[in-house]
């Protein structure tokens, strides 16, 4: 009885020590479990904190506007206006340092900061800012505007190939729409005289394109050209005009004329003559109508040239210079009534009437 007794504790003794190596093997697996997805997840969030981020990039540009005009001022409205379309304003990606000044000291000092804040790009609006900032730096990329002439003024090799640091938008006179313009609002013109000074070689320039677009098939209008070298010239130039029946006169864009414009005016008002001219300003001073550029659109397609050299990589050495053709039809509606002139309806729903 005895050794049953002994025998039945060994048993009991043995299950119990059975029982706690099992117990004791179930509580370390519940115990490692945790701690593995634990450490799974504090791993992954290790990794998530330590990937790199890549920050938007931020390009600094300098904008020198020298002169204080509309049309400049709409230039630099329109390259606003392309930056915040595409989104490069409002989610601060490009820093914009604009600087409005007339005083030649100042606008260098600006060009100066530009250059030493290692900025990315800098905008001029008219030919003084961009001959100033071509002239101080070769290296930060030059976007311009309202330059009517960049390869004239030296500012690239050609407008195909500007091969430095500069290229922009042009603001030439658009002689053609000007000349075309005659086409559609006095159809039955049969001889255009164009005036000018014959020193000036934009304005003699602007003659030959006016020649030769009236030249065209489309055109098909007789063209005579009446240059003249000094004051006293202008006035029997314009009596040759009348002799020869000229019907319409072109005036190009040129200080020697626009000095002169109230005899030129007159001339046309007394003899029912319409002189198509090549700006805004001859237009208030009585001319009969005029084309002239968008320049919104001028300021727009330096926005892009500009983004597409900053995110593009684009090189400004192989961007040509652009040549905006958007132009509107402006008529002077006192002239038109001194000169008791009927245009066509179509003609007076598309032109902006002073």
Do not use: W
């Not at 930060?140 to 050609?158: G, L, M, N, R, Y």
């Not at 640091?165 to 013109?189: A, R, W």
């Not at 400004?316 to 002239?335: R, T």
């Amino acid at each position: 009885m005895k050794k049953h007794l002994v025998l039945i504790v060994n048993i009991v003794l043995i299950l119990a020590v059975l029982c706690g190596i099992f117990y004791a093997m179930y509580k370390a697996s519940l115990m490692t479990q945790p701690q593995k997805e634990v450490e799974t997840v504090a791993t992954e969030e290790k990794a998530t904190v330590d990937e790199p981020t890549t920050p938007p990039e931020i390009y600094d540009i300098g904008i020198l506007q020298r002169s204080d005009v509309k049309n400049c001022n709409n230039v630099y409205q329109g390259f606003i206006a392309e930056l915040a379309a595409n989104g490069y304003i409002n989610n601060n990606n490009i820093r914009l340092d604009y600087v409005l000044e007339e005083d030649n000291a100042k606008c260098e000092e600006a060009i100066s900061r530009f250059i030493e804040n290692d900025y990315d790009l800098i905008f001029t609006i008219g030919p003084y800012a961009t001959k100033l900032a071509a002239s101080m730096t070769d290296k930060i990329p030059i976007v311009f505007a309202a330059v009517q002439e960049p390869e004239q003024e030296d500012f690239v090799k050609s407008n195909e190939a500007p091969g430095g640091n500069v290229t922009g938008v042009s603001d030439y006179t658009p002689c053609f729409e000007q000349i075309d313009s005659i086409k559609q609002m006095l159809p039955d013109t049969q001889k255009i005289g164009a005036i000018y000074y014959a020193r000036d070689a934009e304005a003699v320039t602007q003659a030959i394109i006016g020649e030769k677009e009236a030249q065209t098939e489309n055109v098909n209008i007789e063209y005579e050209k009446y240059p003249v070298k000094s004051a006293d010239e202008l006035e029997p130039a314009l009596e040759s005009m009348l002799s020869d029946g000229v019907e319409v006169i072109y005036a190009p864009v040129d200080d020697f004329i626009k000095k002169r414009i109230k005899k030129l005016v007159s001339f046309s008002y007394d003899n029912k003559i319409p002189v198509v001219c090549g700006d805004m300003a001859m237009l208030e001073k009585g001319c009969f109508s005029t084309c002239v550029i968008n320049y919104p659109s001028i300021g727009g397609a330096a926005g892009d040239m500009a983004l597409d050299i900053l995110y593009n990589d684009a090189d400004p050495a192989q961007i040509p210079i652009a040549y905006i053709y958007d132009c509107y039809l402006h008529i002077n509606e006192k002239a038109m009534a001194k000169l008791e002139v009927a245009l066509p309806d179509e003609v007076l729903e598309s032109a902006v009437i002073e």
